[in-house]
Structure formats: structure tokens, C-alpha cells
Antibody
Framework: QLQLQESGPGLVKPSETLSLACSVSGDSISSSSYYWGWIRQPPGRGLEWIANLYYGGTSYYNPSLKSRVTLSVNTSKNQFSLKLSSVTAADTAVYYC?????????????WGQGTLVTVSS | QSALTQPASVSGSPGQSITISCTGTSSDVGGYDYVSWYQQHPGKAPKLMIYEVAHRPSGVSNRFSGSKSGKTASLTISGLQAEDEADYFCSSYTSSATVVFGGGTRLTVL
């Protein structure tokens, strides 16, 4: 079982870029056993999938967000990151990072605690 | 991509069984056996309860079971307990190589 922890600013101004990192412990971010994901949840609402990242492989994106999303991996820090550009108030949400096993794709078994990001001037 | 359809709320008494439905299309639920269910308590992160329609991760109670018929997946909780009161979300892989979630169902244990 992995432990994941999100970090980043809790307040972002409209039109700016939201940047979050997810620190992973319990295995290497470059492990071939896992893939990595981002999900968000606006206050009082449901879950919205953002993207999945396979280290050394393909990334998959929510088409409604794809043009604004950038994913990256930092192996030296054992982290993966999310950047969401040109944010608006509609991007205010709790952002979760998560992991899944490659042998059971499309199911996220371990989650971070989530971090609230508010978009406001 | 449109969200999967779940009832907004369900309720049941302790010891009873309840079923939560999750309806999609032939491009998601109906086309693939990659349906998952997540439990979320207030202020907490979601927890994976069922993956690939009917498989339980290690540590999840066997009171939770999943199934699928056509374009509708279902989560059944038997022997309802107070601790089961939570929000439940389904998700599915789609033909566009994306993931779509349901709108969520609030389970109330009476």
C-alpha cells in the first residue's frame, strides 16, 4: 500500500496556473507496478477525473481539461505533478492524487488526503 | 463525456441490504468490465471498494458486492451497518480511453 500526499498553494488567482505535487512513499514513482492519477471534487459535488500518468508511457486526459493540463514526474523527489493553466472559479475544488496497479487498470486503490485549491482574486 | 447516472440517495435500516445502480452507455459501462466503486465519508478521501465490476480489494468487507447487466452496474451492501453511511461513486473506463464518474449516491442508514 502506498502513501500519497498532495502539496501546493491553496489559493490561485484567476487566469493563473494551478500547480500541485504528489509525494509518494512506499515504492518508487518509476515502478512498473503502478500508474498515477489526479481527480478533483468541487465543494459539495461529485468526483471528476483529470488524468492518468504511466511512468515512461502514455498519459490519458479528461478531454474537457486536456488543453490546460500538464503532467510531469520528478524521480529524484519521488513525486508527480499537475499543472492546470488559465484557471477560473470553476476550477475551485479539492484535488486528489491517487495510484492504481497496472494489473488492475482504471481503478485507483490508494489516495492522498486531498488539498483544497480556491481560485479567487 | 457525460457522467454516469446514479440515484441521488438511498437509505436502509441496519441489517438490511441496499443496491445502488450506475447507468452508462455502450461506450463505457456496457462496453467494458472496468467499473469501480468508491466509498467516501465526509471530509475524507474516496476508498476503492470494488474494481473490475465485482472484485473486492484486500481488506474490503465481503458485505460489499458488485455486478453488471448491460449498461447498468450495481453495488450491493448487505447487513447494513451504521459505518456504511457515506457517499458512493461509480466509475468506468470509456471507449475514448478516459474515466468517467457517476454523480454519486448518498447512503443513509436509518
Amino acid at each position: 500500500q502506498l502513501q500519497l500526499q498532495e502539496s501546493g498553494p491553496g489559493l490561485v488567482k484567476p487566469s493563473e496556473t494551478l500547480s500541485l505535487a504528489c509525494s509518494v512513499s512506499g515504492d518508487s514513482i518509476s515502478s512498473s507496478s503502478y500508474y498515477w492519477g489526479w481527480i478533483r471534487q468541487p465543494p459539495g459535488r461529485g468526483l471528476e477525473w483529470i488524468a492518468n500518468l504511466y511512468y515512461g508511457g502514455t498519459s490519458y486526459y479528461n478531454p474537457s481539461l486536456k488543453s490546460r493540463v500538464t503532467l510531469s514526474v520528478n524521480t529524484s523527489k519521488n513525486q508527480f505533478s499537475l499543472k492546470l493553466s488559465s484557471v477560473t472559479a470553476a476550477d475551485t475544488a479539492v484535488y486528489y492524487c491517487a495510484s492504481g496497479l497496472r494489473i488492475t487498470p482504471w481503478a485507483l486503490g490508494d489516495w492522498g488526503q486531498g488539498t483544497l485549491v480556491t481560485v479567487s482574486s | 463525456q457525460s457522467a454516469l447516472t446514479q440515484p441521488a440517495s438511498v437509505s436502509g435500516s441496519p441489517g438490511q441490504s441496499i443496491t445502488i445502480s450506475c447507468t452508462g452507455t455502450s461506450s463505457d459501462v456496457g462496453g467494458y468490465d472496468y467499473v469501480s466503486w468508491y466509498q467516501q465519508h465526509p471530509g475524507k478521501a474516496p476508498k476503492l471498494m470494488i474494481y473490475e465490476v465485482a472484485h473486492r480489494p484486500s481488506g474490503v468487507s465481503n458485505r460489499f458486492s458488485g455486478s453488471k447487466s448491460g449498461k447498468t452496474a450495481s453495488l450491493t451492501i448487505s447487513g447494513l451497518q451504521a459505518e456504511d453511511e457515506a457517499d458512493y461513486f461509480c466509475s468506468s473506463y470509456t471507449s475514448s480511453a478516459t474515466v468517467v464518474f457517476g454523480g454519486g449516491t448518498r447512503l443513509t442508514v436509518l
